[in-house]
T-cell receptor
Framework: AQSVSQHNHHVILSEAASLELGCNYS??????LFWYVQYPGQHLQLLLKYFSGDPLVKGIKGFEAEFIKSKFSFNLRKPSVQWSDTAEYFC????????????FGAGTQVVVTP | EAGVVQSPRYKIIEKKQPVAFWCNPI?????LYWYRQNLGQGPELLIR????????DSQLPKDRFSAERLKGVDSTLKIQPAELGDSAVYLCASSFRRTYNEQFFGPGTRLTVL
């Protein structure tokens, strides 16, 4: 069975620091990859997605993610975080032949201090 | 554009009681998903509908859970009877079929079973 692993459950950092969240998945076939974000009191929102093509994808609010197929990884990055980036971040994967069946990681709670 | 609507937002019940959750997807989205999110974990798919047909209910505990999507628009998820372990957030999501992997989530219903 496929699985998604997020390396950190909690991350605390200061404003202007760089952020990188790790995500690895286990599935041998072709996948679609996603990062979702949940701000405090809000619903899950799509941050960025990878379907094919350039493995470096850019999302909203200055986030980007890099797909490294050989490492089964899809790490999320932001060069300089803001207090408003405090949220929970979820990596999600779906095989391209498993129509809409998203498999989520456990999430990483990110707290940005002023 | 209105997002995915769910009600109620919070529900507290005693074990063995029935409970129902309602979801209205984004207008025009013919694919609807129900997820369960346990504390500290990512969402897990319970059931997926294409219009009014349940096309993937392999993760739905059918002894106590049921769902319906009459007329292929809004949907109801029911638990009868509820158990302590059912305490979780129940999320509804929807998508267009042609972009089936881009799912839009509702705010969820937080269920507490006492």
């Amino acid at each position: 069975a496929q699985s998604v692993s997020q390396h950190n459950h909690h991350v605390i950092l200061s404003e202007a620091a760089s952020l990188e969240l790790g995500c690895n998945y286990s599935y041998g076939g072709t996948v679609n990859l996603f990062w979702y974000v949940q701000y405090p009191g809000q619903h899950l929102q799509l941050l960025l997605k990878y379907f094919s093509g350039d493995p470096l994808v850019k999302g909203i609010k200055g986030f980007e993610a890099e797909f490294i197929k050989s490492k089964f990884s899809f790490n999320l990055r932001k060069p300089s975080v803001q207090w408003s980036d405090t949220a929970e971040y979820f990596c999600a994967v779906t095989p391209t032949d498993s129509w809409g069946k998203l498999q989520f990681g456990a999430g990483t709670q990110v707290v940005v201090t002023p | 554009e209105a997002g995915v609507v769910q009600s109620p937002r919070y529900k507290i019940i005693e074990k063995k009681q029935p409970v129902a959750f309602w979801c209205n997807p984004i207008s025009g989205h013919n694919t609807l998903y129900w997820y369960r999110q346990n504390l500290g974990q990512g969402p897990e798919l319970l059931i997926r509908y294409e219009n009014e047909e349940a096309v993937d209910d392999s993760q739905l505990p059918k002894d106590r859970f049921s769902a319906e999507r009459l007329k292929g628009v809004d949907s109801t998820l029911k638990i009868q009877p509820a158990e302590l372990g059912d305490s979780a957030v129940y999320l509804c999501a929807s998508s267009f079929r042609r972009t089936y992997n881009e799912q839009f989530f509702g705010p969820g219903t937080r269920l507490t079973v006492l």
